[in-house]
């Protein structure tokens, strides 16, 4: 028995799997994507969040961490920390729909 992939569902093709379609080829604007990122204190210091931005960003940027990460199917997005604070806004606005027009709980 063999498993066939029908389509991954991040917003593009993945590197690890460039045959397999993204759902957004077949659903145009279909994304659910997996991402991580780093956090910190609501009220850190803005020279620490800069200092940490910095150093995470040019470690995304080292073609050896960014060849580790592909290993896993990880594909960097070096973004300021502004930036991120955004993806994480939209991110938490797009899945509160989901959630509500689910219907799901909390128990």
Do not use: H
Request: one cysteine or more.
């Amino acid at each position: 028995m063999a498993l066939c992939a029908l389509a991954v569902t991040s917003a593009t093709r993945s590197q690890m799997f460039p045959d397999v379609p993204a759902m957004a080829e077949v659903i145009p604007g279909y994304e659910a994507s997996l991402w991580d990122g780093f956090g910190v204190p609501r009220n850190t210091p803005a020279e620490i969040v800069d200092k940490l931005d910095k150093e995470i960003n040019a470690a995304l940027a080292d073609p050896k961490v960014k060849a580790r990460l592909a290993d896993f199917g990880a594909s960097p997005m070096p973004m300021a920390a502004s930036e991120f604070r955004g993806l994480v806004d939209d991110q938490t606005k797009k899945w509160a729909k989901v959630i509500a027009a689910a219907g799901i709980k909390v128990e």
